[in-house]
């Protein structure tokens, strides 16, 4: 089993910055990648960001390119995912999540959720315009 727990949302004005932060515990096999998704209200799950547990390939969901940055500290079993020049439309529960597929093609990044077997509980960043 591997547990996650984010944290660090909150609510901020448009254009304000957050920094969330996903802590990991558990199994100690490393997941080939781990990813950030949200989901706002009446709206299907998104990705996010993602990254390569090896290699540290990434990979952004459009809508955030440019705005938002995931990075890791291994040496605290987190993970980071920084959102700045926040808009309204960025308002959602944000969850962290692992992925242990094992894929031909190492620096793969799933942007589907059903590829995500462990998920945190996720923490509500709202946006106010």
């Known amino acids: 089993q591997v547990h996650l727990v984010e944290s660090g949302g909150g609510l901020v004005q448009a254009g304000a910055s957050l920094r969330l932060s996903c802590v990991a515990s558990?199994?100690?096999?490393?997941?080939?990648?781990m990813g950030w998704f949200r989901q706002g209200a009446e709206k299907e799950r998104e990705f996010v960001a993602g990254f390569t547990l090896r290699g540290g390939f990434t990979r952004y969901g459009d809508s955030v390119k440019g705005r938002f940055t995931i990075s890791r500290d291994d040496a605290k079993n987190t993970m980071y995912l920084s959102l700045n020049s926040l808009k309204p439309a960025d308002t959602a529960v944000y969850y962290c999540?692992?992925?242990?597929?094992?894929?031909?093609?190492?620096?793969?990044?799933?942007?589907?959720?059903?590829?995500?077997?462990?998920w945190g509980q996720g923490t509500q960043v709202t946006v106010s315009s």
């Open positions: 999540a692992a992925d242990y597929t094992r894929y031909l093609n190492a620096d793969y990044i799933s942007p589907s959720q059903s590829a995500y077997e462990y």
């Open positions: 558990g199994r100690t096999l490393t997941p080939h990648s």
